[in-house]
C-alpha cells in the first residue's frame, strides 16, 4: 500500500512539473482578468474560486490472546494486545489564479470551437490556390476549418481568434512616450543644452493634449505575420502568407498589410511597456473582433469620436501629427523649407474651398489668399491656433463672395490640404524623404482587423 501511495506522489509531481494535458508554457505581457473570467462564465456558468484535493490513508493492525484457567481457588488470565496505526494526510491547495482560468478558457475554445482562427489550423501541405478560388465564387468553401483565406463569415463581431503578431504600439502612443522621455531627460543639463526650449515646451503642451486623450488606454497597431488582406472578386479576404506563391498576378497586386488593432489598458501589463511596445516583438495574442470583416479606417484615440461634433477633423490631425513627429525625430532634422510649406497648406486651403463652392479665384484674390497665408503661417507651430490660421483664410472667402463655408466642409478642406503638403498640425513640417515616407504609407495601403485584446503572451 505505502508504494502505491508513493507512486501516486511521485506522479503527481511530475505531472505537475510537465504542465498537466502537456500544456505550452506561456509569459505573459498582457492579460486582460475581467475579459478571461467573463469569457469563460459565459462558457461554463459559475467558476470555482478554489480547487482542493485530499489523500488520507490509515493502517490498523490488532493482535489479541488469552488465557483463562478455573481451579476454583486460583483464577488467572493472560491477554496480550498489539496494535499499530498509521496514518497520513496530504491536502493540496491551489488557488485558482488568472493564468489557470485563461489556461481552461484556452483548452476549452480549442476542444469546442473547431471553427477559431488559430495558428495551428493552417498547416500542412498547401491547398490548390484554383480549386480555393472556385470553392470562393460558389461561395462553398471547404478550407474554413483550415483558416488559409479568412472572410468576413470567418472574423464575426464576438469571435475568438488566435494570432501570431509583431506586437507594436500605434504611433500617437509612440510619439507621447518619447516626448515625456525627453522631457525627463531635459532636467540633465548636459542634455538640456542641445534641445530648443520653445520647441521643448510646445511638444510638452501637445503631449498634455494627447495624453488627456488616450485616458489611460494604449493603442495598438500590430502587424500580422501570417496574414496580408488580398481583394478577390470585388471582395477582401485575408490570405495566408503560404499562399502568396499561388496567387494570380492580378490578385497580388491588390495586396495590402493587414493589422490587429484595438486599446489595452495600461494597467493590466504585467511588463514594463518600455520593454515590449518599441521592439516589434514577435508574440501571440487571444482576441475578441470588435467590428465584423476587414476594415479600412481605425481610429486609435477612442475620446475623439466623442468630441467628432466640435472637432470633426480632430482624429485625422492626431494621426498625421503622430506621423510626422516620428518621421521628424527619426530624420533629427527640420527641412529648411518650414516656412514655405506652412504657406502652401493654407494657400492650397484656400483653393480647395474655392472649388468646393465653385467660385473663380482671380489674381487678386489668390495674392489677398497668399498675403493670409504669409502672415498666419506662424500659427500654424501650435495645433490649438492652427485652426485660426484656416479661419481667417476662410473669412477672407465668405466676406469676398458671400459665402457660408459650412464647418464639415472646412475640415475635410483643412485635412486634404495637410495630406498634399506634407505638413503635419503642430508646424512639424516634414523633409522631402520624410514627407514621401509618411505619404508612401496612407491608411489606404493598410487594413485592421478592429478587435479588443484579452491576451498577449510568447
Given at each position: 500500500m505505502f508504494s502505491r501511495l508513493?507512486?501516486?506522489?511521485?506522479?503527481?509531481?511530475?505531472?505537475?512539473?510537465?504542465?498537466?494535458?502537456?500544456?505550452?508554457?506561456?509569459?505573459?505581457?498582457?492579460?486582460?482578468?475581467?475579459?478571461?473570467?467573463?469569457?469563460?462564465?459565459?462558457?461554463?456558468?459559475?467558476?470555482?474560486?478554489?480547487?482542493?484535493?485530499?489523500?488520507?490513508?490509515?493502517?490498523?493492525?490488532?493482535?489479541s490472546s488469552s488465557v483463562n484457567?478455573?481451579?476454583?481457588?486460583?483464577?488467572?488470565?493472560?491477554?496480550?494486545?498489539?496494535?499499530?496505526?498509521?496514518?497520513?494526510?496530504?491536502?493540496?491547495?491551489?488557488?485558482?489564479?488568472?493564468?489557470?482560468?485563461?489556461?481552461?478558457?484556452?483548452?476549452?475554445?480549442?476542444?469546442?470551437?473547431?471553427?477559431?482562427?488559430?495558428?495551428?489550423?493552417?498547416?500542412?501541405?498547401?491547398?490548390?490556390?484554383?480549386?480555393?478560388?472556385?470553392?470562393?465564387?460558389?461561395?462553398?468553401?471547404?478550407?474554413?476549418?483550415?483558416?488559409?483565406?479568412?472572410?468576413?463569415?470567418?472574423?464575426?463581431?464576438?469571435?475568438?481568434?488566435?494570432?501570431?503578431?509583431?506586437?507594436?504600439?500605434?504611433?500617437?502612443?509612440?510619439?507621447?512616450?518619447?516626448?515625456?522621455?525627453?522631457?525627463?531627460?531635459?532636467?540633465?543639463?548636459?542634455?538640456?543644452?542641445?534641445?530648443?526650449?520653445?520647441?521643448?515646451?510646445?511638444?510638452?503642451?501637445?503631449?498634455?493634449?494627447?495624453?488627456?486623450?488616450?485616458?489611460?488606454?494604449?493603442?495598438?497597431?500590430?502587424?500580422?505575420?501570417?496574414?496580408?488582406?488580398?481583394?478577390?472578386?470585388?471582395?477582401?479576404?485575408?490570405?495566408?502568407?503560404?499562399?502568396?506563391?499561388?496567387?494570380?498576378?492580378?490578385?497580388?497586386?491588390?495586396?495590402?498589410?493587414?493589422?490587429?488593432?484595438?486599446?489595452?489598458?495600461?494597467?493590466?501589463?504585467?511588463?514594463?511597456?518600455?520593454?515590449?511596445?518599441?521592439?516589434?516583438?514577435?508574440?501571440?495574442?487571444?482576441?475578441?473582433?470588435?467590428?465584423?470583416?476587414?476594415?479600412?479606417?481605425?481610429?486609435?484615440?477612442?475620446?475623439?469620436?466623442?468630441?467628432?461634433?466640435?472637432?470633426?477633423?480632430?482624429?485625422?490631425?492626431?494621426?498625421?501629427?503622430?506621423?510626422?513627429?516620428?518621421?521628424?525625430?527619426?530624420?533629427?532634422?527640420?527641412?529648411?523649407?518650414?516656412?514655405?510649406?506652412?504657406?502652401?497648406?493654407?494657400?492650397?486651403?484656400?483653393?480647395?474651398?474655392?472649388?468646393?463652392?465653385?467660385?473663380?479665384?482671380?489674381?487678386?484674390?489668390?495674392?489677398?489668399?497668399?498675403?493670409?497665408?504669409?502672415?498666419?503661417?506662424?500659427?500654424?507651430?501650435?495645433?490649438?491656433?492652427?485652426?485660426?490660421?484656416?479661419?481667417?483664410?476662410?473669412?477672407?472667402?465668405?466676406?469676398?463672395?458671400?459665402?457660408?463655408?459650412?464647418?464639415?466642409?472646412?475640415?475635410?478642406d483643412r485635412d486634404r490640404s495637410?495630406?498634399?503638403?506634407?505638413?503635419?498640425?503642430?508646424?512639424?513640417?516634414?523633409?522631402?524623404?520624410?514627407?514621401?515616407?509618411?505619404?508612401?504609407?496612407?491608411?489606404?495601403?493598410?487594413?485592421?482587423?478592429?478587435?479588443?485584446?484579452?491576451?498577449?503572451?510568447?
Amino acid at each position: 500500500m505505502f508504494s502505491r501511495l508513493k507512486r501516486w506522489f511521485q506522479n503527481r509531481k511530475k505531472r505537475t512539473l510537465q504542465g498537466e494535458g502537456g500544456a505550452s508554457l506561456r509569459e505573459f505581457v498582457y492579460l486582460d482578468e475581467v475579459s478571461v473570467t467573463s469569457l469563460l462564465s459565459s462558457r461554463r456558468g459559475a467558476l470555482p474560486s478554489e480547487y482542493t484535493d485530499t489523500l488520507s490513508s490509515s493502517v490498523k493492525s490488532e493482535v489479541s490472546s488469552s488465557v483463562n484457567a478455573d481451579l476454583k481457588v486460583v483464577k488467572s488470565g493472560l491477554g496480550s494486545r498489539f496494535e499499530a496505526t498509521q496514518g497520513r494526510d496530504s491536502q493540496v491547495l491551489r488557488k485558482a489564479t488568472i493564468q489557470a482560468t485563461f489556461k481552461d478558457l484556452h483548452d476549452h475554445e480549442k476542444r469546442t470551437n473547431p471553427l477559431m482562427v488559430r495558428p495551428e489550423t493552417a498547416t500542412g501541405d498547401t491547398p490548390d490556390w484554383s480549386r480555393i478560388s472556385a470553392e470562393l465564387t460558389s461561395r462553398a468553401y471547404i478550407y474554413a476549418e483550415q483558416s488559409w483565406v479568412l472572410g468576413r463569415d470567418r472574423l464575426n463581431r464576438g469571435d475568438l481568434i488566435e494570432i501570431d503578431v509583431n506586437l507594436r504600439a500605434d504611433a500617437t502612443f509612440r510619439v507621447s512616450s518619447i516626448i515625456s522621455t525627453m522631457s525627463d531627460l531635459v532636467s540633465n543639463p548636459h542634455l538640456a543644452a542641445s534641445i530648443d526650449p520653445e520647441d521643448m515646451q510646445e511638444a510638452q503642451a501637445i503631449n498634455e493634449i494627447l495624453e488627456s486623450l488616450m485616458a489611460g488606454l494604449v493603442p495598438l497597431k500590430c502587424r500580422m505575420v501570417d496574414y496580408s488582406a488580398y481583394v478577390i472578386n470585388g471582395v477582401e479576404y485575408a490570405i495566408h502568407r503560404k499562399l502568396e506563391p499561388t496567387l494570380p498576378e492580378s490578385v497580388k497586386l491588390t495586396r495590402k498589410s493587414l493589422y490587429v488593432v484595438g486599446v489595452t489598458e495600461q494597467s493590466l501589463y504585467w511588463k514594463d511597456i518600455r520593454r515590449v511596445l518599441f521592439s516589434d516583438s514577435p508574440v501571440r495574442i487571444l482576441c475578441r473582433i470588435g467590428t465584423s470583416g476587414i476594415q479600412s479606417r481605425w481610429t486609435p484615440i477612442k475620446l475623439s469620436e466623442v468630441l467628432k461634433e466640435i472637432i470633426p477633423d480632430l482624429a485625422n490631425e492626431i494621426d498625421r501629427f503622430s506621423a510626422g513627429a516620428l518621421g521628424t525625430f527619426s530624420s533629427g532634422s527640420q527641412s529648411e523649407e518650414v516656412t514655405g510649406q506652412r504657406v502652401r497648406v493654407l494657400a492650397l486651403y484656400g483653393e480647395l474651398i474655392a472649388r468646393r463652392y465653385g467660385l473663380t479665384l482671380d489674381s487678386d484674390a489668390r495674392e489677398r489668399i497668399e498675403n493670409l497665408a504669409r502672415s498666419s503661417s506662424g500659427l500654424l507651430v501650435s495645433v490649438t491656433d492652427s485652426r485660426r490660421a484656416f479661419n481667417l483664410i476662410t473669412q477672407d472667402l465668405e466676406s469676398q463672395f458671400s459665402i457660408s463655408v459650412d464647418p464639415g466642409d472646412a475640415a475635410n478642406d483643412r485635412d486634404r490640404s495637410w495630406r498634399l503638403i506634407g505638413v503635419t498640425p503642430g508646424g512639424i513640417a516634414l523633409s522631402a524623404s520624410n514627407a514621401s515616407r509618411v505619404q508612401a504609407t496612407p491608411a489606404a495601403d493598410e487594413r485592421y482587423i478592429d478587435s479588443e485584446f484579452v491576451a498577449i503572451y510568447w
